[in-house]
């Protein structure tokens, strides 16, 4: 299959095209390489030594011996050389991953919030009317996230794949429909995702194009079987603030000796899914496509929900690590029940990683390996919700020794 | 009250600007003229001769004896110089009119989607960002559609005032909820609407921001009593198969002696109201807003509803004029049903101008009196909402006379 997988340069993306590519299909990586740049705008970097995309391609086609084609190319402003490239490709799949995907930098100002809403919500239409402009017969699969359904909205029901039923008053009764899920974003990045749901859903329905909204959950871990294989072809791994997903996190405060960062009560439930689950989990989307003039495929990419407070307590109990409370920056509950539905990728072969088979190799190989590149001064979460809320200072000053 | 009217130079936003400042607020107009730049691209313009904007309030300031300041401002693009103004005006209350509104044109081309979701989600977080980052305490009320509920969703059901209170099933019964009314758009048009929608809840929720949305039927009549006293402040008459109004379309046609177009069989119902009751209900507005921390306040801002086939033939035994049916360039029900809840201006004292009141005054007084002015390769509708879809012909050739 010839297979596009935009933002094929990031955490996600990098791991997709490796294993995609590996499986025999023909992929072209376009990225403008925004997660990088925002690197340097933090002034942070990934834990792991990532190379440049050119280095990571090169030692791709010296391990494997096959080739990935990378056009540099901004969804939300090159749209001309966009339709040039699907008129040249001719995708069979194209796997959407480009946009800003942290909730922590969407809120950091009001300059990132327009940055996050422009970016994502001009790539993501720019890419579905050069879809009907080319006219071309692609499925379209979106890396969406169980943000776009909040937490506790239905109480203790499980979250539904997309769409739930239910019974509207009429006068003379009720009549039964089915919704897509409301949406309940908790910042500006996870409203961007929700705003992705209705122009998928107006496309799909106006122009018959075939879409797959995978709504994922928290992503941990960082080598799949194909980044293994050469230390040029490392996936990223971030830890700071804004950017490192909270297990992640954990594994990497564990290894450096950091307190295991905990904000709020750790009552939240959040649902996740390790790296090697989500690229299998595309080649299964791209492999099973909706017919046009379906509506939009809705799948759940989770593998495991666990209460924060728990899973700090798991590794704190492998590792002796200590749990600091610290304020939480984010407008939420302080604790939720999180039920989800993910029938479908169960029922397609998934067979999920656990929790607890990937977490030592995640503190030894990768948080262990490299926790001299740590900068201490980027662990504490500095974004907040509003301004005026309440930060912590650093935890640690000095850098770990290797 | 100090107000902001954005997009005051519109079809709406104009004789709003003039009702608030005949009643007595301090008014500022901030528009881009993008309406008047549309009109020289499609190459048609106003069936009424209105006049550049330092006209129009020169004319209202000798006859009013009252002032309102013009900015020229683009709020997609400038958002620094939003922001100066915002803090050098500090308004009490803004007015949002200032987005493309027409479904027709949105959907044209690939271009004008593109331009119809970059100007109206970037505004819209724009001006949301720049009230966060003011701080300041001011009720902003924008213009929605009624096309965020689409047609035919719940049956015969009444549309409610935007929340809609269902039953959710649960592993133990089932849960009431009340959830925004699901978006069912039918143009890119009034899906920026329904994205307009989930960015208001979003920094309702997160930044207390004090926001009414306005589910605006189809506007038809032309003169409020303001735009009324000077000729050099007649308000704007769209005509053409873009930006004409259906029953302002028919009017003009029965003017002219063209048929009635009648797109599709006539079974749509719609909903409408009078412009003079756009100003009123936008001055209940400003004066009813919710407090910071209330969920966006939705208003349902029609005063009848009708069948298209109705109105056609209402104002056909007025004047004569015969009906043409043409094919239907939209992706639309040939039927539907709609009844519409608009209790809380009726409460709040709307009194409504009704189809009857004021049908002849607009053949006579205005489609009559610049009938000359209309160019007849105009009038018919030729945006299709997919390629390909069939279209008619011209069916007259020659200017009107005066």
Same sequence: chains 1, 2.
């Avoid at 095209?17 to 990934?46: F, P």
């Avoid at 086609?61 to 939300?76: H, K, M, P, Y």
């Avoid at 503190?363 to 509003?386: F, L, M, N, Q």
Wanted: glycine fraction near 8%; proline fraction near 5%; hydrophobic fraction near 40%.
């Amino acid at each position: 299959m010839r297979v596009l997988v935009l933002g094929g340069d990031g955490f996600c993306g990098w791991p997709t095209s490796l294993y995609l590519s590996d499986h025999g299909h023909d992929i072209t990586i376009v990225d403008n390489l925004s997660r990088r740049k925002i690197d340097v705008e933090l002034e942070v970097d990934s834990l792991t030594p990532i190379r440049p995309i050119s280095q990571r391609l090169a030692a791709w086609q010296e391990v494997s011996d096959r080739t990935i084609g990378f056009v540099n190319l901004d969804l939300a402003t090159d749209y001309d050389a966009l339709v040039a490239l699907l008129l040249e490709l001719r995708p069979d799949a194209i796997v959407h991953f480009a946009e800003q995907r942290a909730a922590p930098y969407s809120m950091r100002t009001q300059q990132t919030k327009r940055y996050t809403v422009d970016n994502n919500v001009r790539g993501t239409h720019n890419l579905l009317t050069a879809l009907v402009e080319t006219g071309l017969d692609v499925s379209l699969v979106h890396l969406g996230t169980m943000g776009v359904y909040g937490y506790g909205w239905s109480g203790s029901a499980p979250i539904p794949e997309g769409y739930l039923a239910v019974k509207v008053p009429t006068p003379d009764g009720e009549l039964e429909r089915e919704i897509l899920h409301p949406a309940n974003p908790g910042s500006v990045y996870h409203l961007t995702k929700t705003l992705d749901q209705l122009l998928f859903s107006f496309y799909a329905k106006n122009d018959g194009l075939r879409i797959t909204d995978l709504h994922q959950g928290i992503v941990w871990g960082t080598q799949t079987d194909q980044t293994a294989r050469d230390e040029r072809l490392i996936n990223r791994f971030d830890y700071d603030g804004d950017y490192g997903t909270v297990l992640n996190r954990f594994l990497m405060q564990a290894a450096i000796g950091h307190p295991l960062t905990m904000h709020g009560t750790g009552g939240q439930t959040r649902a996740f899914i390790h790296i090697r689950d989500t690229v299998r989990c595309i080649e299964i989307a791209i492999n099973n496509p909706p017919e046009s003039g379906d509506k939009v495929l809705v799948r759940n990419q989770v593998t495991e929900t666990h209460r924060l407070l728990d899973l700090a307590k798991m590794i704190g109990d492998m590792t002796g690590s200590e749990i600091a409370y610290l304020p939480n920056p984010r407008l939420e509950a302080d604790e939720n029940d999180l039920i989800v539905r993910n029938d479908q990728f169960l029922a397609l072969g998934l067979q999920p990683t656990t929790l607890s088979e990937g977490l030592l190799e995640e503190i030894t190989e990768i948080a262990g390996r490299y926790r001299h590149r740590v900068d201490p001064h980027k662990i504490i979460a500095r974004s907040v919700w509003r301004a005026g809320m309440e930060t912590s200072a650093d935890l640690m000053a000095e850098v770990p020794q290797q």
